[in-house]
């Protein structure tokens, strides 16, 4: 059994601790199981993505003593794989214009039902004002996945995860799908994919057989497994792993700089440190 897993770090600041526990922990799982690991460089917002952290991660991965499978994919160069994707879906009636501002979507959700939950993994949860209404694309301020119909298409699905926290097999379940995710994001006209969208094609696209990654991605999982499910792509095991967390208990972010693996480097700490701070 082949064992393909990948690090997928957006160029938009330096690596902190937490990427690089990712990083090595995917490496090590690879190097374990006898499989591949691989980076790809998921520079899709393009007015984010600097040249510079490419560099520089490409350097702090080396460093670190990790070794990847070239050429490394990197997303700018597979907007026409995305929208390609996206008509596919478009084709199957699943996808719709959304015209709706940040402020249409906040007024329209304002009268919040009890126990309904106002956000999801993909942020604030769309109220579906636009799902009926065949707006142009034109006019468009997104692309939405009907997240009924897609699941109604999709089902049934499932996914294994195989971190400590949500250890086993989860079966998606319509209604669950529909009132704590919603209507998700697929594209905007300056972005050729959301993020759910690029990951399942370039997961599919590079063979990748188990996603490593953090805990704070678990949620948008189902999303993904949908995803797959509509593009007739296989559904990777996942397995998310802990988040490395500050000494407040807050999750390190990229404008966490004291944190960055660059600065470690300079006040002098070895690769084996950063593996000892990091818990591995
Ligand atoms: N680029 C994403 C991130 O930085 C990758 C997420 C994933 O591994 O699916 O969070
Ligand atoms: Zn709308």
Redesign the pocket.
């Known amino acids: 059994m082949t064992f393909i897993t ?5 160029p938009t600041g330096p690596l902190h601790l937490g ?1 690089a526990y ?1 990083a090595m922990l995917a490496h090590d799982m690879a190097t374990a199981a006898g499989g591949t690991f691989l980076l ?1 460089i ?1 520079d ?1 917002d393009k007015s984010r993505a600097r040249a510079q952290w490419e560099e520089q991660i490409y350097d702090d991965l080396a460093w670190l003593g990790l070794t990847w499978e070239t050429p490394v994919r990197r997303q700018s160069d597979h907007f026409a794989d995305y929208d390609k994707v996206l008509q596919k879906l478009s084709k199957l009636g699943l996808t719709y214009a959304c015209t709706c501002t940040r402020r249409d979507i906040e007024t329209a959700a304002n009268a919040p039902q009890e126990g309904v939950p106002e956000f999801g993994p993909d942020g604030r949860i769309y109220p579906g004002t636009c799902c009926n209404a065949r707006h142009a694309l034109s006019k468009a301020k997104c692309i939405r996945l009907n997240m009924r119909a897609a699941c109604e298409h999709a089902m049934p699905a499932s996914f294994e995860e195989g971190g400590p926290d949500q250890h086993g097999k989860h079966a998606l379940d319509v209604e669950t799908m529909v009132s704590t995710i919603g209507d998700v994001v697929l594209a905007r006209p300056n972005m050729a994919a959301s ?1 759910h969208l690029s ?1 399942v094609v370039d ?1 599919a696209a590079t063979g990748v057989t188990d ?4 805990a ?2 678990f949620g ?1 999982t189902s999303i ?1 497994v949908v995803l797959q499910k509509l593009l007739g792509l296989r559904t990777p095991h996942y397995h998310h792993h802990k988040l490395i967390r500050d000494d407040t208990g807050k999750r390190l972010a990229k404008r966490d700089d004291a944190r960055a693996i660059s600065k470690y480097r300079a006040d002098g700490a070895s690769p084996a440190d950063i593996r000892a701070m990091a818990g591995l």
């Open positions: 990948r690090f997928a770090p957006s990427h990712s790809r998921d899709l993020y990951v997961d996603v490593v990654r953090g704070d991605l948008a993904h």
